[in-house]
């Protein structure tokens, strides 16, 4: 059974860094063909893809975006994690991390989600 | 980026009818090995989203077979044959076919 869950601040000032950490089981980042995604929901609106690493450590991320983004993965903890620098009232949102499968190209198994909201 | 259009932006339905969202990408998502990745995903209020389709028209697991999708190159559709109460929410496509990865807007179903 895949299960994902993010952690980390859920206030964050204009200017900070924000870490997110993905705690998973049920999968190795280790074995060939996996993934896991970070993508995000700012309130009422829709889907924003951010970040992707994969089990060869393999980094992808969104152009837009790609400036302020470090994804990283300990595959002995089974976690990801994202960073993103010069937090913005824009960046408020829900996170979410999820679990790919090369041979689906699709996230599969997605986190709850952990809000995070920029505010001084 | 490959831009994903998504219409309606909301389908009200009666329960037990059937529900059609379209979607349509900005460039084709055929990829280079031939296959088009093309996935649906269900977001129920206070939910995360869930995948329901991978590529174009395959249902993941544990999905009900009253969700159905088609489509190729450019223009896909998701289906649901008979829409239940639990069927409510927000349905989006999504493209990965090319980086960076691309959802469309949402289309929300809701009962009549």
């Known amino acids: 059974q895949i299960t994902l869950k993010e952690s980390g601040p859920t206030l964050v000032k204009p200017t900070q860094t924000l870490t997110l950490t993905c705690t998973f089981s049920g999968f190795s980042l280790s074995t060939s063909g996996v993934g896991v995604g970070w993508i995000r929901q700012p309130p009422g609106k829709a889907l924003e893809w951010l970040a992707l690493i994969y089990w060869d450590d393999d980094k992808r991320y969104s152009p837009s975006l790609k400036s302020r983004l470090t994804i990283t993965k300990d595959t002995s903890k089974n976690q990801v994690v994202l960073t993103m620098t010069n937090m913005d009232s824009l960046d408020t949102a829900t996170y979410y991390c999820a679990h790919r499968l090369q041979q689906l190209v699709a996230f599969d198994y997605w986190g709850q989600g952990t809000l995070v909201t920029v505010s001084s | 980026d490959i831009v994903m259009t998504q219409t309606p932006l909301s389908s009200p339905v009666t329960l037990g009818q059937p529900a059609s969202i379209s979607c349509r990408s900005s460039?084709?998502?055929?990829?280079?090995?031939?296959?088009?990745?093309l996935s649906w995903l269900q977001q129920r209020p206070g939910q995360p989203p869930r995948l329901l389709i991978y590529?174009?028209?395959n249902r993941f697991s544990g999905v009900p077979d009253r969700f159905s999708g088609s489509g190729a190159g450019t223009d896909f559709t998701l289906k649901i044959s008979r829409v239940e109460a639990e069927d409510v929410g927000v349905y989006y496509c999504m493209q990965g076919t090319q980086f960076p990865l691309t959802f469309g807007g949402g289309t929300k179903v809701e009962i009549k």
């Open positions: 590529k174009i028209s």
């Open positions: 460039q084709s998502l055929v990829h280079s090995d031939g296959n088009t990745y």
